[in-house]
């Protein structure tokens, strides 16, 4: 459990302090990691690469509870992934068109687990992926999403409407024959 003294502790530099912060997020901000970074080592990568900014700037953040660390890691991990992906060169973005609305069934969620919704998104083009990661699972407008991968506002619809898309039709590839009749 992180509290007043761990988080002061961390900020003086103690060590054991950092380990028990260190473990108490790991896994989550790794789980965020995986969101955008499809191989594990290289999430692993970025995680570590986060986790050291996180102390390395950790003087400038004003403590206010628990959430208030997880939620500063998590700006911290987004931007550390989508900086390893820039430096990789694996952003793609098509072209920006019209973006159409795509409606998704929501029976076909319940039937799936996490572990393949998981795989379905990651099987996204790396475009795709991030838009939907950043808008549907981390909450960012779509003026957010512009200004954090340097699209336009139309460009992240576009992109969040054809993941949407293609989330549909392999959504539909996995049902059962008999249920699509």
Not at 64 to 78: E, P, Q
Not at 110 to 128: C, F, M, V, W
Request: aromatic letters at 10%; hydrophobic letters at 40%; one cysteine or more.
């Amino acid at each position: 459990m992180m509290n007043d003294s761990i988080f002061d502790r961390c900020k003086k530099g103690d060590r054991i302090a950092q380990k028990h912060l260190f473990e108490t997020y790991s896994n989550g901000m790794l789980l965020v990691c995986r969101r955008y970074i499809k191989n594990n080592r290289d999430a692993e990568e970025v995680l570590l690469n986060g986790f050291f900014k996180f102390f390395s700037t950790i003087a400038r953040f004003q403590y206010a509870n628990a959430d208030s660390v997880g939620g500063w890691l998590r700006k911290i991990m987004i931007n550390e992934c989508l900086m390893f992906l820039r430096q990789k060169k694996n952003i793609v973005f098509v072209e920006e068109r019209h973006a159409e609305n795509v409606s998704l069934n929501g029976e076909v969620f319940e039937k799936l687990n996490a572990e393949t919704i998981r795989e379905l998104i990651d099987s996204l083009p790396d475009g795709y992926r991030i838009v939907f990661t950043l808008f549907v699972i981390e909450g960012y407008s779509h003026k957010e999403i512009a200004t954090l991968l340097g699209i336009s506002e139309g460009g992240s619809k576009s992109q969040l409407n054809r993941a949407k898309g293609l989330l549909q039709t392999k959504l539909e590839s996995k049902r059962p024959a008999y249920e699509q009749r």
